[in-house]
């Protein structure tokens, strides 16, 4: 409930937040049943706003492992800061086309997994074609970029520029979320 109340009030003010509720529980799970977390060693994660999906993360990743969360709503930012007390999490009030050098400040070069729910369809195209260049950039060979957006998109809005970056791409829906998702697994 104080989640809901946090999106609401920050999607007045940031059309980037782009949602008045966080992730459903079964939007979380069934994104991240696409990750492997005895392999996971470094996970970043695009927009947690809250952290529904950071907590998730938290419980399922192993002790050595690291979470990088770049999110760019200040106010966001502060909840997290505030919330999110874990020696495994750095959060970078940023924004995810700076993830090459937000690695770079964290001393790591490529990661496993990027986890990200910033909303593609509003995005200009420079910024899209930014970010999912440095996205595949900033993952291992093998890596995964998983995104989850609103069932309301279009290939033409993300998978066919998915596809022109990652050799596999892969789609699903997820129902149990309001609204429905549709959950992208790209694998470098
Ligand atoms: C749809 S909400 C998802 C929030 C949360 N992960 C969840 O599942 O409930 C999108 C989030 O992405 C953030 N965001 C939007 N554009 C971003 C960008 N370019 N870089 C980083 N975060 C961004 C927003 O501030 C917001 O927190």
Redesign the pocket.
Known sequence: MT?TLA?MR?FIR?K????I???SPF??KRVCRNIDFDCGDLIV??????????NYLLKNMKSGSRLIL????KN?DSILKRTIQDPRVVIFN????NVLETLRSCQESQADYIVS???FLL?NCL?KEK?LYNTHRALKKGGKFLV?QTCFQADHHLKVHLERFFPSVHTKFEVRNIPPLRIYEAIK
């Open positions: 989640d999106y920050n940031d980037n937040v782009a949602s509720t966080p992730t939007g979380v994660e695009y927009g947690p706003g809250t952290g529904v999906f950071t770049i999110e760019r709503n966001f940023d924004s995810a086309e729910g910033i909303p995005l910024l970010i989850y």
